[in-house]
């Protein structure tokens, strides 16, 4: 007896220590607890707990958030880079005809001295017979053939020169007090808008969507305004507010109707043996460009080159010569080596 009860109290003994060091043992309900040493027990943990996760979550924030910001820092040095670097420009068709308008419109109100170049010429003038040629000649230069210079004093204001007799035209400051608006004296009357005081009359409307703006470096930006097309456009009038047709907004027009309504013109086509039905005859304009050069800090302009491009279908003959074929005219009127030291100020 005494031998079983010392065998229950060696297997007692042998399996308290263990139940601290595994599962916890249930509390005796009977036992006082001691409620500091439990508190501080699970106070500590939930705190080790928190400032684990703490570390933990920091700790992974910080990598990604570094990578982020480089990233970032990054790619806002390429924007400027190539916001900087010469290049196209990301501007609509509305913005790039306000800063057209806005260095046409310092020219024509500063007046500053520069050269002007203006012709005009037939692309395909070969392929025709020279009867023919004589004809183009005549109606749209003013050193053609003397055979119907009448014509020179019915349209004279509405031709050019050809390109090989073409020369430099310098425009000086004009001396004395500034030249107020309406005054044909002034030196810029006749740049971009032709007769007026105004440097654009263009609207969005008037232009193609391959119109352009680039950065060509130095602070030098260029655009390059193509023209919507206009099929018989009239020409502008002097002063005027608005324009007629996407051609006049921005430069001198040939009108169709002064090459063959006008009494002078009737009187020398016939008398040239030229027969043309005008009501089937038309001229149609497209691709025309205006292209100007200025600085993108002064607005101040470079240099300004207008071409205007038709077509000209004739209906008729030429001294028995039918004018089946078209005729290609390109009118070119070039603004360059502006000195802004003779400028009048702001």
Not at 104 to 121: A, G, H, I, L
Request: aromatic share 8%; charged share 25%; glycine share 6%.
């Amino acid at each position: 007896m005494r031998k079983a009860i010392l065998a229950i109290l060696l297997v007692l003994a042998m399996a308290l220590p263990f139940a601290g060091c595994g599962e916890k043992p249930i509390d005796d309900p009977t036992k006082p607890v001691d409620a500091s040493t439990a508190g501080i027990i699970e106070t500590t943990t939930e705190e080790d707990i928190t400032e684990e996760t703490t570390i933990e979550e920091t700790t992974t924030e910080e990598p990604v958030s570094e990578p982020e910001t480089t990233t970032e820092a990054g790619e806002t040095t390429t924007a400027a880079e190539t916001t900087a670097a010469p290049g196209p420009l990301n501007l609509s068709k509305e913005e790039i005809l306000k800063r057209y308008a806005q260095v046409t419109q310092m020219v024509k109100d500063r007046q500053p001295s520069y050269v002007e170049f203006m012709y005009q010429d037939t692309t395909n003038k070969s392929e025709f017979p020279q009867d023919m040629r004589n004809v183009i000649d005549t109606y749209f230069y003013k050193d053609g053939p003397d055979e119907i210079s009448i014509l020179f004093g019915a349209i004279s204001t509405k031709q050019l020169k050809s390109a090989a007799k073409a020369n430099t035209n310098p425009k000086p400051h004009p001396k004395g007090a500034r030249v107020s608006g309406g005054k044909k004296d002034s030196n810029t009357w006749w740049f971009s808008t032709p007769m007026n005081d105004k440097g654009c009359l263009g609207e969005p409307k008037h232009l193609s969507d391959a119109t352009s703006i680039k950065d060509l470096g130095g602070d030098r930006h260029e655009i390059k305004l193509v023209l919507a097309g206009a099929k018989n456009p009239k020409a502008g009038t002097e002063g005027m507010s608005t324009a007629p047709n996407s051609i006049a907004a921005f430069m001198e027009v040939m009108d169709i109707a002064y090459l063959f309504n006008t009494p002078g013109a009737s009187l020398a086509a016939s008398a040239a043996g030229i027969k043309i039905n005008v009501s089937n005859s038309y001229l149609q304009y497209s691709g025309s460009t205006c292209t100007l050069i200025y600085d993108a800090k002064t607005m101040q302009c470079e240099s300004l080159k207008m071409v205007g491009r038709s077509t000209l279908y004739l209906d008729g003959t030429v001294k028995g010569v039918n004018c089946a074929k078209p005729i290609k005219i390109e009118s070119v009127y070039e603004f360059t080596q502006f000195d802004w030291n003779t400028a009048y100020p702001k």
